[in-house]
């Protein structure tokens, strides 16, 4: 196992499912060097809609690759899912626990109960099974994706989960708007809203061959109601969910005001 550098408090996974290659990914990492002690473990190849499936009936390749950015910790990518990624990193690279788990930035919005299609959220949620912090970010586009408000509020959430000194771990989806910083409306702590999309799948025929490509992109017509994190990204505001157990069943989380509080700073809005 490797034992990492201490030159600060916190200690930051980073992961993702576009793969090693996606400028979200970067994007935050230069950020969140800033606020921690920062490790890189991703997958070596896009790997979205994994949702939080292991590898189990083959072996992984594990390669350390050279930072792309200054200041950061070391880099490793895997040929596996995002949790792989989270699950190797944690139980058998690095001897010191993390303190949190950051994934993404997703780009795509990964909102309502499709999140548990996600390879985004599915990688935080490793992180969260085993005791620790976990933020999963993602970015709604329709022409271009707008990684730094993004950027901003997970720097920002990075901080003020390490400054609470929480004794049981959060586990935070986060998805912002498709618009630059100013535009955004506001900051909101929403419930999942209803399922957005279906899929569709095309057959391609080649000989006598048949193929099938499925697509994740058939709208679902179902009502948006206000609260959930579907209608603040329609109204180009952000939303905070949290996703754990307890609070899917009721109970109230008044930790969700502090986040709320570090996004709007983040962002320099009111």
């Known amino acids: 196992m490797i034992c990492a550098s201490r030159e600060f408090n916190l200690r930051i996974l980073l992961t993702n499912d576009d793969g090693i290659q996606s400028p979200g990914l970067w994007a935050v990492a230069n950020a969140l060097k800033e606020v921690g002690d920062l490790t890189i473990v991703a997958p070596d190849r896009d790997q979205s809609g994994m949702a939080s499936a292991m590898t189990l009936l083959r072996p992984l390749l594990v390669e350390e690759i050279p930072p792309r950015i200054p200041n950061i910790g070391r880099v490793f990518v895997v040929d596996g899912t995002p949790a792989d990624c989270v699950i190797i990193a944690t139980e058998q690279i690095f001897e010191e626990p993390f303190d949190l788990v950051v994934s993404g930035i997703n780009q795509g919005a990964n909102m309502g109960i499709d999140v548990f299609n996600s390879g985004t959220f599915g990688a935080a949620m490793h992180g969260y099974f085993r005791g620790i912090n976990a933020i999963a970010l993602s970015v709604y586009y329709t022409d271009e994706v707008k990684y730094e408000p993004a950027v901003l509020i997970g720097a920002g959430l990075a901080q003020s989960v390490a400054s609470l000194g929480i004794d049981q771990s959060v586990l935070l989806n986060v998805n912002l708007p498709a618009c630059d910083t100013e535009l ?82 983040s962002l320099g809005i009111s």
């Open 184 to 265: 955004i409306q506001g900051v909101d702590c929403t419930v999942l809203g209803r399922k957005a999309f279906l899929e569709n799948v095309e057959k391609i025929q080649k000989g006598r061959r048949s193929y099938y490509w499925i697509h994740h992109n058939k709208l679902v017509d179902s009502e948006i109601v206000e609260g959930t994190d579907v209608w603040s990204i329609k109204n180009n505001r952000v939303s905070i969910t949290n996703v754990e157990p307890e609070v899917l069943m009721g109970s109230s989380d008044t930790r969700m005001d502090i986040f709320r509080e570090s996004a709007i700073r």
